[in-house]
């Protein structure tokens, strides 16, 4: 019998997290799994790393203990890194982050935790995969992601990714019968536009809350906010190279030496 | 005589940073410029923002006030939204944010708050350049920067950035007449290798400092990597839209739908 396959498997949303139970249950059908996942919600924290602070990491038993788990105090790409380094004994054929409390279309990948632990598991050469539910509800139902996660990580498996790619996948938040399929997409052109909530704190001094509204100003129908609005998986092969390439030419016409 | 232009000013190692006041000095030569920053060090915050606390922002008088000065309670991405829809009277004519306490080239754009930052800005749709000098020390010798810092700011006032590019500027550490001009280049293929420094605190649990060693497996004579090692200052244009365009086509022979 072939070995099964290891996984990484942490999120953003933290260890107890129902879409990180959902990530589990199913990756438990296809390989060996061990997760590394924060202590607590990182929801935003983009591609921060801790470098001021100590970092923790304990093994903790969450549910059934079919798989080994580490609770982590620092960030999604922290307990990639720790992960990798100090908690497994051999590098994975897989790291899958998610399933993500809410969307990570679009922009949204910039802010993204569960994005930035797959592209750090990316950066170290393992091919690697994020999830997201669009609910940010924490009793959100997952039951329709379940098919997706397996089916696009046993790809994965089977196919690998190059050097510098990884998957976002982000499931429509409707019933399975509705999901239409999977797409492959471009990442839409969209934004936030914030819109701070100015208020007083009881000693008289202003502070905010950052509040906003998803502008989507991309009309195309290759991309994954098309894809999501009509009922399709969005799956974007994402890059961490971020040069413009096709924009080099045009800089060097600057003459910024001359 | 022409209106000067509008520039916002941040950084990701604090309002009271030396990098920052060596930009506010090259800055208040070409224009009008406002400084939101963090009023602590925010290094390896990646594009982190605060979901789930308040943000304060507050005027402050750090120097000798030619310019107008808000400390900011969140991360280097946070300063930016708040800077552009609460304490700018009109949108920015250039956002510039650094000068970085080391190297933000290759791979280290991931980690980056300064870059993090910039990026916000042109997400935003503002013109938008970070800086860092390949040197980590608070007392670090910024002098050679500044010619950089002028030269490359008045020409992307000149000639704009298009949607979605920003630009990546990293500067070597060594004396101004050393510096052999500027490189217009691609982000090279390097990563960290982590070395996990594991320690126990005085009750007895483990725990661990994130540190490593950079690899640069780039050969390529392009690549900011390159210049920077060669004596040039580096600058990339980077993008935000992260799909793999390259990879859609081989991505979908994998019939993920069938």
Redesign the interface.
Known sequence: MAKKPLILVTNDDGINAPGLRTLIEVLNTIGDIVVVAPDS?Q??????????S?????RVIVDNEKQEEYSCSGTP??CV??G???VLERKPDLCVSGINHGSNSS?N???SGTM?AA?EAG??GIPAIGFSLLNYKWNADFSAAKRYVK??SE?VLK?GL?N??VL?VNIPDISEKNIK??K????A?A?WV???D?RK?PQG??????TGKFVNLDNGEDTDEWALENGYVS???????????H??QN??S?N??G
Not at 54 to 58: F, K, R
Not at 235 to 245: K, S, Y
């Open positions: 919600p929801s935003g924290m983009g591609h921060a790393i801790t470098l001021d100590t970092l923790y990491v304990e790409a922290d890194k720790l990798i380094r100090e922009i990948v910039i802010y930035s592209i950066i170290e089916t696009i790809m196919h190059p510098g790619i976002n399929g999977i492959i997409c471009r990442q052109k934004n914030e819109e701070f100015k704190n001094k202003d502070y905010y809350w950052l799956v974007v092969p994402v890059q961490f190279d971020l040069t413009a390439h924009y080099i800089l060097n600057w910024l030496n």
